[in-house]
């Protein structure tokens, strides 16, 4: 008996896009709609049609959208026979159930979609937490929206009160929900805060910068972690910290977390606030950009706003423009750092041109807060010897004239100097021959 093909996998579901664009929203270089595109994708859909975009001083209040761009994205509904519509703005909740019912077909804002692909990429339990509790904020005020099916009951015994008495029940459900989530998140903060303070004495760096702007790949090429790095929107969500090896020795923490993204829902920035504290606490940010990005420019303001809103405007930062190897004309990269006030420089993570430039510039950072201090120590002490030059960068080493000790200078992070006199004998005693520059506060979360 021959039996039949049938489908392995589910078929990626089918949306239309539309969307409208206010007059404080820039317009997409590489055209209308294609970041919406790349989140439809990074979902697991597929987007079918040109897409429906309109352009409104103010929305309207009903429908967001004018009632002739409604009848428009209707007639690509019954065109393509879509599985949903994607709208690339944040609805209201009324908005939401006016558009399902002109187009009869489910209707996903632009934080519905987004919220959805946080949660089919987090990880760890903490990212899961900090989703859900995004997710139930989101739901909570659309609760009614999602019990429409009650009113095909109209009219019939008892259908009504009941039916209200649930959506009470829900409320009050997701409310105690959300309550839940918070206790367990904080729990989870404290946790975090004393394994960031347990970093201290290592010199932090944060890697922040727009979804898909190459992070990880820079991870991956600095430290060898080969981490999941992908051309896709969001492909990192959880804060990853690896070891950096820098070219003389010493040693940074590097750390990478979820990328931003313009008009980011107010829900997600406030779940994850902890998570990029984390990564936006450390020494040094290195805010990384892709300069072969149509909209960079427009790009790093959406991050800077990013950064303004979570208070962390005079964190130490540098631009770092990525994706070098993709500009076709070098001449276009100099204009992207024009009115730049942080230091900048220019790499591919990728194939490794300029991280030189990145390794050097850290190292510089690290001596503005170093400490030169001097010991002298037996000869004999070969512990203590081993101790002091892994505690730094040496600058010298001299024998004394008796040959019994060694007269040893170096460079010792700030915040890892008291470590050090703490590890050494007491018969050693330990110079401050030159102090910090730039005095360190130890890095964690505030």
């Known amino acids: 008996m021959t039996r039949g093909l049938h489908a392995t996998r589910a078929p990626r579901e089918r949306f239309v896009l539309c969307g409208v664009v206010f007059p404080d929203q820039v317009v997409e270089q590489e055209g209308e709609l294609t970041e919406a595109r790349g989140l439809v994708e990074a979902a697991g859909g597929e987007v079918v049609g040109d897409g429906v975009v309109q352009r409104r001083e103010r929305p309207v209040a009903a429908t967001l959208m004018g009632k002739g761009k409604v009848e428009e994205v209707l007639d690509e509904v019954r065109a393509h026979k879509p599985d949903g519509v994607v709208v690339d703005n944040d609805l209201t909740p009324a908005q939401g159930r006016n558009l399902e019912k002109a187009w009869k077909v489910r209707v996903i804002d632009r934080s ?212 070098i190897d993709a500009v076709a004309d070098p001449i276009e990269l100099t204009w992207l750092r024009a009115d730049r006030e942080e230091d900048s420089l220019f790499l591919s993570a990728k194939t490794g041109e300029g991280t030189e430039d990145l390794d050097r510039l850290v190292r510089q950072r690290i001596d503005l807060r170093s400490a030169k201090v001097r010991a002298l120590v037996a000869l004999a002490d070969g512990r203590t010897i081993a101790r002091m030059r892994k505690a730094g960068v040496v600058i010298s080493e001299e024998v004394c004239e008796d040959d019994s000790k060694l007269s040893i200078e170096l460079k010792v992070d700030d915040a890892a100097l008291g470590n050090l006199r703490r590890s050494l004998p007491k018969e050693v005693a330990l110079e401050v021959v030159e102090p910090a520059a730039v005095p360190r506060e130890p890095a964690g979360l505030e």
């Open 112 to 323: 519905e979609l987004i919220l959805d692909i946080f949660a089919r990429r987090a990880r760890t339990g903490q990212a899961r937490l900090q989703v859900e509790l995004a997710q139930t904020e989101y739901i909570l005020p659309r609760l009614k929206r999602m019990w429409t099916h009650l009113e095909r009951m109209e009219g019939a015994i008892g259908a009504r009160g009941p039916g209200e008495t649930q959506l009470e029940t829900d409320r009050r459900l997701i409310r105690k929900r959300i309550s839940d989530l918070k206790k367990q998140l904080k729990q989870i903060e404290k946790r975090k805060m004393r394994e960031v303070s347990s970093r201290h004495e290592e010199y932090t760096i944060g890697l922040v910068g727009y979804t898909n702007a190459g992070k990880s790949t820079l991870l991956n090429r600095l430290t060898g972690a080969g981490e999941f790095a992908a051309d896709l929107l969001f492909a990192t969500l959880d804060t990853r910290t690896r070891k950096w090896e820098l070219a003389d020795g010493r040693t940074a923490l590097l750390s990478d977390t979820v990328g931003f993204l313009s008009r980011l829902p107010h829900h997600l920035v406030a779940s994850f606030h902890a998570t990029l504290e984390e990564t936006l606490h450390a020494d040094l940010l290195l805010h990384v950009a892709d300069a072969s990005h149509p909209d960079a420019v427009e790009q790093i303001r959406a991050v800077d706003e990013v950064l303004g809103e979570l208070s962390q405007g005079g964190r130490d930062t540098v631009l770092v423009f990525n994706k």
